[in-house]
């Protein structure tokens, strides 16, 4: 079974201060790694992937996650906020090697950026 | 590219009613998720589908809950006699069979059960 953790349902930073969303996981198989974004009544767009390749891995909008395996961790940052990175994040974890991709996510943390 | 689209984007329900939720992938992309977001609860997986077969749902509740994804047409998300506690948002998202692990997410259906 997989889980995720999202430690702080709300984190406020800022405008042009470091963000650092934090994420763990659990995976009794090697995990592949999500970080989406979701605005206000829309969808999520996805931020970045870990597929198992590089463990710092780049991702849209200046942000950028490292896959810590003996942390079990998947924390996102981004190292000076916009006004406009306001919104819901997500971290997801899937399991690797199999056919079934089905998303497993943390409850999400809040950002609000201050001017 | 067209992305992945849902519709209707709100639905009100009576309680009762049956609600259909319909989602067309990204063109190329043949696996669909469904999953529903609960306030206080998150998002969580409801079904795997590909064309004319489900995979996985077991996320889906028992019973008024079902899904289908026809050889043609979009995937829909049937919801029979509605009942309160199916007020969420439900997000379907597409993958391609050459990355199926990258999911793509539509717009979401808002759905309120008066």
């Known amino acids: 079974a997989q889980s995720v953790t999202q430690l702080g349902s709300h984190v406020s930073v800022s405008e042009g201060a470091l963000v650092l969303l934090r994420c763990n996981y659990s995976?009794?198989?090697?995990?592949?790694l999500f970080w989406y974004v979701q605005y206000p009544n829309q969808g999520l767009q996805l931020l970045l992937k870990?597929?198992?390749?590089?463990?710092l891995v780049k991702g849209i909008n200046g942000f950028e996650a490292e896959f810590k395996k003996s942390e079990t961790s998947f924390h996102l940052t981004k190292p000076s906020a916009h006004m406009s990175d306001a919104a819901e994040y997500f971290c997801?974890?899937?399991?690797?090697?199999?056919?079934?991709?089905?998303?497993?996510f943390g409850k999400g943390t809040l950002l609000t950026v201050n001017p | 590219n067209a992305g992945v689209m849902q519709n209707p984007r709100h639905l009100v329900r009576r309680r009762g009613q049956e609600a259909r939720l319909r989602c067309s992938p990204m063109?190329?992309?043949?696996?669909v998720y469904w999953y529903r977001q609960l306030p206080e609860e998150g998002l969580k997986f409801m079904v795997y589908?590909?064309?004319?077969?489900?995979?996985?749902e077991s996320g889906m509740p028992k019973e008024r809950f079902s899904a289908e994804f026809p050889k043609e047409g979009p995937s829909i998300l049937r919801i029979q006699q509605v009942v309160r506690g199916d007020s969420a948002a439900y997000f379907c998202?597409?993958?391609?069979?050459?990355?199926?692990?990258?999911?793509?997410f539509g717009p979401g259906t808002r759905l309120t059960v008066t």
């Open positions: 998202a597409s993958s391609p069979g050459t990355a199926p692990y990258e999911q793509y």
């Open positions: 870990y597929t198992s390749a590089a463990t």
């Open positions: 589908l590909q064309k004319e077969n489900i995979i996985d």
């Open positions: 995976s009794s198989v090697p995990p592949y």
């Open positions: 063109k190329g992309h043949s696996h």
């Open positions: 997801a974890v899937s399991e690797s090697g199999g056919s079934n991709y089905k998303l497993t």
